[in-house]
């Protein structure tokens, strides 16, 4: 490795928009170093289509955007985050733009549910290749190290458990497990859509990081909100390539298996948000047994080479499994796109120890609620990044932590039962039955199999990163198939059958912390102060630490 970043002040895991957004405004001010566990930026940043939205149109007001976000999150939505962060929407952009970022002049998108045109986009669908070229660039411009191949295996702890001080890594160019001291671990590891069969997330996105700070005591909260876009494309990839809701908006239409339209001539009902989209779909594959839909396209330009001016990245998906758009239809179906839930902040990235901060899709702000707009989550990795980068240069050490939340009931055991004779478990077979449990529709039956398929679960393989990575996911998956199951009611993207509609009493955020091997569960209220006397977030004493899954 070219660079040994001992003894820094910040140490930022992940090369997204999130995590380079932070270092590149802590660089200069604090000794900053960004890891990776692959090269590139493999996260979800790079294959960000539609783009980054921002209230900069006529008439346009960060307060109707706000407006929007919060609408979009169906009642678990903070409107003080929303405000915060719409608040600095068109200065992160301008700092994108700033720092390189060759965003197409001239033209606003509108995307579902947004009230007006606002969505910013670089080289057509490509804007976050685009980002990540130009994020790196500035990166290397002001000589903040970004070392890929380091793969965080768990954070490290003050010996008096009050503190996160650094992180336990695996380098995989020397393939040996190293300590990285900083006063502050920023984490930016970005989701956990890799838990599904089916998805757009990257191999990356196996809740690492969100794992990590799990163990280590920090709270988290909302995973099982998961937003499933409805054209992910079924082309025999993994992860999924996405047809962007930017393609539906020129015209192209839904069509069942058998050919109909799915909302009839009209199609008003093809741009419904995402989560009303994705049920209808749901519902016709189930009525038709079948596993998918089809986008037709045909009608956005006479040749391939047309539509694909308008939509590159989508056409040479399709090219590239012997599909011509202007022919075909494209198999689709509701695809895992975007994991609203992670590691509980505020809208600056304090979790909830001291010394750990978490910013992009890593973390649970409240910024989305059930249910991300569309557009929203590059936002709030550029903004609450740079935020985060602020407050820790404002601090002058490490940043101290968010109250944490009272918990009120027990949720189960963190890791599989050692008393119930298990079995091995590995990433394919995880992924299925998160998929048949906490997919688009779920129900208390099919919640409870990958509960008891998980409880019993012992993740198998040599010690080293793919292991890690599943053991993280295992930890995850109990995690969501347990809050998914606590709340009997349908909400943004979380849809029961078996409770199908919204319930007053659960408007409220779970918030889960890991106590000495338990998990154990409170309710936050949407927008309600946390009482100051509250005590910050403390270690449980047998939780944590490097030994927690290196053995
Ligand atoms: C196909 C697709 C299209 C999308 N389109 C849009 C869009 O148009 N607009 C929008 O706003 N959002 C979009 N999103 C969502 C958006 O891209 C992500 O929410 C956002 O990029 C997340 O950024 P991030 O910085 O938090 O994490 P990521 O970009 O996912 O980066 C995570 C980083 O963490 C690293 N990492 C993970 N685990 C470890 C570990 N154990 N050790 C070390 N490093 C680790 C990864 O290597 C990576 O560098 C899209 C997502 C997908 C998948």
């Known amino acids: 490795m070219a660079c040994r970043p001992d003894g820094l002040d910040v140490l930022v895991v992940g090369s997204g928009i999130a995590g380079l957004s932070a270092a590149i405004e802590l660089s200069g001010q604090r000794r900053v170093a960004v890891v990776s566990k692959e ?65 197409d002049p001239g033209s606003l998108a509108k995307e579902g549910g947004h009230g007006t045109a606002r969505v910013v986009h670089a080289r057509g669908d490509a804007t976050g290749a685009e980002i990540t070229r130009a994020l790196l660039a500035a990166a290397h411009q002001r000589d903040v190290p970004v070392m890929p191949g380091i793969f965080l295996v768990d954070l490290l702890i003050s ?183 992670g590691v509980l902040t505020d809208s600056e990235g304090r979790t909830t120890l001291e010394g750990l901060m978490a910013v992009g899709e890593v973390a649970s702000s409240g910024l989305h609620g059930a249910n991300r707009l569309a557009s929203n989550s590059l936002l709030e990795g550029a903004v609450i990044g740079r935020r985060a980068a602020q407050l820790i240069v404002a601090a002058g050490g490490p940043v101290g932590p968010r109250p944490v939340v009272p918990l009120a009931d027990a949720l189960g055991a963190a890791g599989a039962s050692e008393h119930i004779s298990g079995h091995a478990l590995d990433r394919d077979s995880l992924r299925r039955a998160v998929q048949a449990g906490a997919g688009v529709a779920r129900d208390a039956e099919g919640i409870e199999r990958l509960a008891s398929y998980l409880a019993t679960a012992t993740p198998t393989g040599p010690d080293g990163p793919g292991t890690w990575e599943l053991t993280n996911m295992a930890q995850v998956a109990r995690v969501v198939a347990a809050l998914a199951a606590r709340r009997p009611e349908s909400r943004g993207a979380h849809w029961r059958t078996d409770h199908p509609t919204p319930r007053s009493s659960w408007q409220v955020r779970q918030v889960v912390q890991q106590l000495g091997g338990e998990l154990a569960v409170g309710d936050l209220a949407v927008n309600e102060p946390v009482p100051a006397e509250l005590p910050a977030g403390r270690y449980p004493a047998a939780v944590g630490g490097p030994t927690a899954i290196t053995g």
């Open 159 to 341: 010996p008096d458990g009050g503190r996160v001080t650094g992180a336990l890594v695996w380098d995989s160019e020397e393939k040996a497990l190293r300590r990285i001291y900083a006063s502050t671990v920023v984490l930016a590891t970005g989701g956990y859509g890799q838990l599904w069969a089916r998805t757009t997330s990257p191999r990356a996105c196996s809740g690492d990081g969100l794992a990590a700070a799990l163990r280590a005591g920090a709270q988290v909260a909302d995973l099982e909100f998961v937003q499933f876009h409805p054209t992910g494309m079924d082309l025999g990839r993994d992860p999924r390539p996405l047809a962007s809701e930017a393609i539906r908006g020129a015209g192209a239409r839904l069509r069942d298996s058998e050919g109909e339209y799915l909302h009839g001539p009209e199609g008003a009902g093809d741009l419904a948000p995402r989560d009303v989209v994705s049920r209808g779909m749901a519902r016709r594959m189930a009525e038709l047994g079948t596993d998918h839909c089809y986008l037709d396209a045909t009608m956005l330009g006479p040749d391939a080479k047309a539509i694909g001016a308008r939509f590159p990245t989508f056409v040479a998906a399709c090219l590239s499994a012997g599909l011509s758009p202007d022919r075909q239809w494209i198999p689709v179906s509701p695809t895992t796109h975007y994991t609203m839930g």
């Open 39 to 103: 090269s590139g930026g493999g996260g979800s940043t790079r294959l960000a289509q539609g783009g980054i939205a921002a209230a900069l149109g006529a008439g346009d007001t960060p307060e109707a955007h706000a407006a929007d976000t919060v609408r979009a999150a169906a009642g678990l939505g903070d409107a003080l985050v929303a405000q915060a962060v719409t608040d600095e929407a068109a200065e992160a952009v301008a700092t994108l733009a700033r720092l390189g970022a060759g965003f």
